[in-house]
């Protein structure tokens, strides 16, 4: 038996099942939609009870993706798709046709360094080496739309690495942006899974200003925290003045909904060097704790 071959299969696997499915005889049971191949079957796929099977396969494909590409650990960016880069923020005042619409451009054009700000953190991100097993740590994941996301892949395209963008199937027309790695450019159905995928990797956090999308996404990572269903990660919102504003955190802690432990949760920063320092701060005490306990 020294010399014998064993094969490592014997069943057809599913693509040479499903050529030869295509080949099959025309006849009035083989054209019914009931012969089709299960996998291959788009009706059957659809349907409302097959939810499950939709889930299973949405939260499975990302996964083989990423651990295909060896990516051990992302640095997601969360933000707003409606900041303009500064070269073209300017362009919104030129339209605003009213004292409104002009007050909300000039805001917009305020928070547009933020553009900058994210594409420079995601390129000091994006350079780190890969580990001792080739996988690679801190690779930049956005929800691959524009704006402060763009600006993300943007930031890792800039010195030659790959990003992740996570989009999601919306009514309206949208494309993920031109700086996200083919590779790694998933789309999704549904928005829990996607929320997941940004998480189950996740080793350091940046959220912009933004709105409800950008919300949604923050408070639950603060939510797995504060619940201690995660382990903390750095957290760190851009824009204190703005976050302050739109969200009075001071104010949950005062009508005692949240401890005030549960907003050290979070950090306020405004430059890429201030949350690049936090984030390697975090890991550095983290490590040195660990060291001392065990």
Known sequence: MT?????????????????????????????????????????????????????????????????????????VFY????IPEPSKAQALLALATDEKSKKI????????????????????????????????QFVVCSGGGPSIMEAANRGADDVGAESIGLNIVLPHEQAPNPYVTPSLSVQFHYFALRKMHFLLHARALAAFPGGFGTFDELFELLTLIQTGKIQPIP???????????????????EEGVVSEKDLSIFRYVETADEAWDAVQSFYRERAEKEAAEG
């Open 79 to 82: 933000g707003s798709a409606r």
């Open 235 to 253: 957290v760190l919102l851009f824009g204190r003045e703005f976050w302050e504003r739109v969200v009075n955190f001071d104010a949950l802690v």
């Open 3 to 75: 010399d014998t071959r064993i094969p490592t299969r014997v069943f057809p696997n599913a693509s040479q099942d499903a050529e030869t499915a295509k080949d099959s005889v025309s006849t009035p049971q083989t054209q019914h939609p009931h012969y089709r191949l299960a996998f291959q079957d788009m009706d059957f796929l659809l349907r409302e009870d097959l939810r499950p099977v939709r889930f299973q396969l949405e939260l499975l494909k990302t996964e083989l993706v990423l651990d295909e590409a060896k990516i051990g650990s992302t640095f």
């Open 105 to 136: 451009a000039e805001r917009l054009v305020e928070k547009s360094k933020y553009y900058d700000v994210a594409r420079e953190l995601a390129a000091k991100v994006s350079v780190l080496p890969r580990d001792e097993r080739g996988w690679r």
